[in-house]
């Protein structure tokens, strides 16, 4: 039996080794380490492979964020609505650039945020939501973009965990994750579905004027090498990162449709146990699962993780404190019990091993583990 881990980059390395290696060398060999024409490259792609204008690539995902946030001119305590279950980035990029990050709850059973609050969120102060597609499915953007159509508000995606997500609206019309609102960001960290050797990430948007302001932002505020016309950061994505999205760019889909068969295959097992809630998949979106999280019903989640670890079965929390719990954040005022599913879900869910190169084996041993768990507990 292999080892089991949470994502195994190397496995998955291993499989296009020399096309990775000699994108690597021709980088080296060129020593173009910076702005290469590997990037330049890498956005034409991105660009292509999502139908936008245009792809920004930047030092990583949080980056991405605080650049698309940058953009938009907003004034100390101006506030952005975000959800309230997330990873920390989101929250992070808003503060960090002075502004007040406004939570809403969770949708219970996508995890993404309830659209039912937004709108309750919004003061005369709001210029943006940033609506987070956690694990890989879109949140409900029909509802977030005519929301913010009707209050005048910019839309931001973090689409870092749903690159190849697509979503359609009720007309018909698909479009993929990052490029639905005014702006999108995504990373390229090295467990996200589309990860390079290192940090990297991206920001993409189907407006010109606000491409030519990121693009300025990311480079220390010029356009002109030593003309600096903003206060802007250094953000880059290196020429060797690049190259190597180049060509995992091309397995994306591929790697996307091996964490689909991972889930229905979880999905088939632990539908029918009580205990368990599945992922809920809605038909909005696809789902590429950059995690499967189950959530836990009356179970003790330290021992169901204990019994796994006993058998070699890594499980991940993402995530165990809602941002307005988190000491980092407590100035925002929030108290326990301002969202509640945020702090149920914190409470409840667990995430299983899944990545591209899991085999059939192991997702045996790892449902029958799960299931040998809840017998015994009975
Ligand atoms: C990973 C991630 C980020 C940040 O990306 P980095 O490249 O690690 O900075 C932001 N938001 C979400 C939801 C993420 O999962």
Do not use: W
């Not at 960090?96 to 945020?113: G, M, Q, Y």
């Not at 020429?239 to 091309?250: E, P, Y």
């Not at 809630?277 to 979106?285: A, G, L, Q, V």
């Amino acid at each position: 039996m292999k080892k089991l881990h949470m994502v195994d980059l190397f496995g998955q390395y291993k499989k296009i080794k020399p096309e990775i290696d000699a994108a690597i060398h021709s980088v080296i060999d060129s020593s173009a380490f910076i702005n290469g024409n590997e990037v330049k490259e890498f956005q034409k792609n991105l660009e292509t492979y999502l139908s936008v204008s245009h792809v920004i690539t930047c030092g990583n995902g949080t980056d991405a964020l605080q650049l698309a946030l940058m953009a938009l001119d907003l004034q100390p305590g101006d506030e952005v609505i975000t959800t309230a279950f997330t990873f920390v980035a989101t929250v992070e990029a808003i503060s960090i650039l002075r502004l007040k990050p406004v939570l809403v709850d969770a949708n219970p059973e996508t995890f993404n945020i309830d659209i039912n609050q937004i709108e309750r969120a919004i003061s005369q102060k709001t210029k943006a939501i940033i609506p987070v597609h956690l694990f890989g499915q879109c949140a409900n953007m029909e509802e977030i973009m005519d929301i913010a159509a009707r209050h005048n508000l910019y839309v931001i995606e973090d689409a870092a965990q749903a690159l190849g997500s697509q979503y359609m609206f009720s007309n018909g019309l698909t479009k993929k994750a990052g490029v639905i609102g005014h702006i999108g960001c995504t990373s390229f960290f090295p467990s996200k579905n589309l990860g390079c050797f290192g940090d990297g990430g991206a920001v993409f948007t189907n407006n010109h004027e606000l491409a030519q302001k990121i693009r300025c932002i990311a480079n220390h505020g010029s356009k002109i090498k030593y003309f600096h016309e903003t206060v802007g950061i250094n953000s880059r994505l290196d020429t060797i990162q690049a190259a190597i999205l180049n060509v995992k760019l091309k397995y994306l889909d591929q790697y996307n449709t091996a964490r689909g068969k991972v889930a229905d295959f979880y999905d088939s097992a632990f539908s029918n146990i009580p205990q368990l809630t599945i992922p809920r998949r809605r038909n909005y979106s696809t789902h590429i699962f950059h995690q499967y999280t189950l959530r836990l019903n009356g179970i003790n989640r330290s021992e169901f993780i204990k019994y796994l670890s006993e058998k070699n079965i890594p499980t991940m929390i993402y995530y165990p404190v809602p941002m307005h719990l988190l000491t980092a954040y407590s100035s925002l005022g929030y108290k326990k019990g301002d969202f509640p599913i945020a702090e149920k879900l914190s409470e409840d869910v667990v995430s299983l091993p899944i990545h591209t190169e899991i085999t059939g084996s192991s997702l045996e041993l790892i449902a029958s583990s799960v299931v040998q768990f809840l017998s015994n507990i009975k």
